[in-house]
């Protein structure tokens, strides 16, 4: 009797696999961060996301954390020495784009077209807070994964971005030490 149970308990393993709870994880991809709702999909396998048709990426490689706008100014109070990293073009950065949202005061410009080209501009910054940010919280995700891969240890995303910074952070305290308005 104890050899068909032995030999039922490995006939399971083989076709359904053992897992300890992470080995789950460790296979399922999702889209490259892009900001849309696909990012929430998941895969058991790679390939392109149907939605936004980005590469599907392993889930355990997209590790940077998400901050809303209105918790921005408490985030930066307590994390000494952040650096914000805008990616949305140089218009838009400095008012001249039709959209005008404004931009937060001491933000690095570097467009995420031009993130990896010009990497070598944060190098000294791998160990330290970075917010990413832009105008919807589309192209900061997929920058704040790109900086991950590239070695970053403590990137966050602005979710949402200046458009919802503009519309939801009317904290006169915080929009005056953090924000310049574009008009």
Not at 47 to 59: A, E, I, R, S, Y
Not at 63 to 74: G, M, N, R, T, W
Not at 127 to 141: A, F, G, K, L, M
Not at 152 to 169: D, R, Y
Request: aromatic fraction near 8%; glycine fraction near 4%; include cysteine.
């Amino acid at each position: 009797m104890k050899i068909y149970i032995t030999v039922f308990v490995l006939l399971i393993i083989s076709v359904f696999g053992f897992t300890d709870g992470n080995a789950k994880r460790v296979n399922e991809y999702t889209c490259t961060p892009c900001g849309a709702d696909c990012d929430a999909d998941l895969y058991n396998s790679p390939g392109t996301c149907k939605h936004c048709h980005m590469p599907l990426v392993k889930k355990s490689t997209v590790v940077f954390k998400k901050v809303e706008p209105a918790q921005l100014c408490a985030f930066v109070t307590t994390h000494k020495k952040v650096i914000l990293l805008d990616v949305r073009t140089k218009a838009e950065f400095e008012g001249t784009a039709e959209e005008k949202f404004g931009r937060l005061k001491n933000a690095i410009n570097i467009p995420i077209q031009e993130l990896e080209q010009r990497i070598a501009e944060l190098s000294a910054y791998k160990n330290t807070e970075i917010v990413v940010y832009c105008s919807h919280s589309h192209r900061s995700p997929r920058a704040s994964y790109l900086l991950n891969q590239l070695g970053f240890k403590k990137v966050t995303n602005m979710q949402g971005g200046m458009s919802v910074w503009k519309e939801q952070v009317k904290e006169k305290q915080c929009n005056q030490k953090l924000y310049i308005a574009q008009e």
